[in-house]
């Protein structure tokens, strides 16, 4: 499957993969801005306004935007993250024009008024309450924000309390104004469809956004240390996150197959030594977070209190073991469960739409599946040593939430 790219002359891009054996259509429109870009704004702005556009529009109200894609058969979404918004659909192929004309109108026509404000608002503080009712995602906000602190690539996507009650119509306009310009924006489709009709079309609805800027990042700053927030809940749960790459950097392959060697299924090393012969977790994992400039190796353990000090000081040692890798076989394995996810993804209309996007966004061109297996292939156990001594030697943050 080959790509293909358009840019407009404001400098909106365009980008498809063509699936003519299947009989729908995924798009979605990409926002190269996120929680990281709120230095200047109040945390939780860029969430706030991809709820805020779902409330109606001149031409739609909410419900009417809603039954609009319903009366399709299709699926609307969005999603805020650190480095991207995005507002993405699926629907049949013929519908497709419907599709392009129901994204311009949600975020451009979207009115944004102090009304509808404040009932939103009191919608996402119950968003922000469920966090803080769900400790096992509460802990990798805790920890970005220990591993980030005093900066915007550490506050969390949703804001707090009091930096949504900053919030009104005028600062969404104005954030909507200074961010979403057509240069830091990518719409892309994968599924049933011709590109120069898709690209004409999105011209027509597209074409008269402002080109604005690419939004660049303040480079994001790391700090080491260890806190615990104390929570009357059952388990202690633990975080451990160590300096990362950035996505720029090619060593991120190596990490990632490093990650999954330490905690990426049922027979990696945290799995097998933490849940299966010491019993010490029923959840256990790692992950790997990728940022333009910026990245973090993490493991995750939900622990009985009494048992956090051996299963943190478990973590530390499997982590440090990777320094002197020598096992083929589980190297084999990692990068087979790294292609295989690759290769399931590309099955998927809406997860090609989403790569493709965030791709074009990250790299300012789509990264070949065959370029991306041979990056991975190419890792060798020296590069695991390499990876591991690199990341697991250096200052860590762990952050623990529980009763004690």
């Known amino acids: 499957m080959t790509p293909d790219i358009t840019v407009l002359s404001n400098g909106l891009r365009v980008v498809s993969l063509t699936l003519p054996r299947v009989e729908t259509v995924s798009l979605g429109l990409y926002a190269g801005v996120g929680a990281r870009f709120e230095d200047t704004v109040p945390s939780g702005i860029s969430h706030f306004l991809e709820h805020m556009v779902f409330k109606g529009s001149d031409a739609r109200s909410a419900r009417a935007l809603a039954e609009a894609v319903e009366d399709v058969g299709g699926a609307i979404n969005a999603y805020t993250a650190r480095d991207v918004t995005a507002y993405t659909l699926r629907l049949l192929k013929e519908d497709l024009p419907l599709g392009i004309d129901i994204l311009a109108d949600l975020v451009f026509g979207a009115r944004l008024d102090d009304v509808e404000v404040v009932r939103e608002r009191d919608v996402i503080l119950q968003e922000i309450g469920q966090v803080q009712d769900t400790p096992d995602d509460l802990i990798f ?133 933490v849940r299966e012969e010491r019993g010490l977790a029923y959840s256990v994992f790692s992950d790997v977070a990728g940022h333009a400039g910026a990245g973090m190796i993490s493991v995750y353990a939900g622990t009985n209190p009494a048992d956090a000090d051996e299963t943190l000081a478990l973590i530390t040692s499997i982590a440090e073991s990777f320094q002197s890798a020598d096992d083929q076989q589980e190297l084999k394995r990692a990068k087979a469960q790294l292609k295989a996810g690759l290769a399931m993804a590309l099955e998927s209309s809406a997860a090609l739409s989403e790569q493709i ?44 939430l529980g009763p004690s």
């Not at 700090?223 to 633990?238: F, L, N």
């Not at 370029?371 to 190419?378: D, G, P, R, T, Y």
């Open 357 to 400: 996007g965030r791709q074009m966004l990250s790299f300012g061109r789509i990264l070949p599946p065959d370029e991306l297996i041979a990056k991975v292939e190419a890792v060798t156990l020296a590069d695991i040593q390499a990876t591991a001594q690199h990341c697991f030697s250096q200052e860590r943050c762990v952050v623990t």
């Open 141 to 273: 906000d805790l920890l970005q924000e220990a591993a980030y602190p005093d900066q915007a690539f550490g506050a969390p996507i949703l804001g707090t309390p009091a930096t949504i009650a900053q919030i009104d119509g005028a600062a969404l306009r104005h954030f909507r104004g200074s961010h979403y310009g057509a240069r830091n924006l990518v719409l892309a489709a994968a599924g049933n469809l011709d590109h120069a009709a898709l690209a004409a079309r999105v011209e027509q609805h597209f074409g008269r956004v402002e080109e604005g800027q690419t939004m660049t990042p303040t480079p994001a700053r790391w700090q080491s240390g260890t806190t615990h927030v104390k929570r009357p809940v059952e388990q202690t749960h633990i975080t451990v996150g160590y300096p990362g790459f950035g996505l720029e950097d090619d060593r991120i392959y190596a990490l990632q197959v490093l990650s999954t060697m330490l905690g990426g299924g049922m027979s990696s090393r945290l799995f097998q030594d």
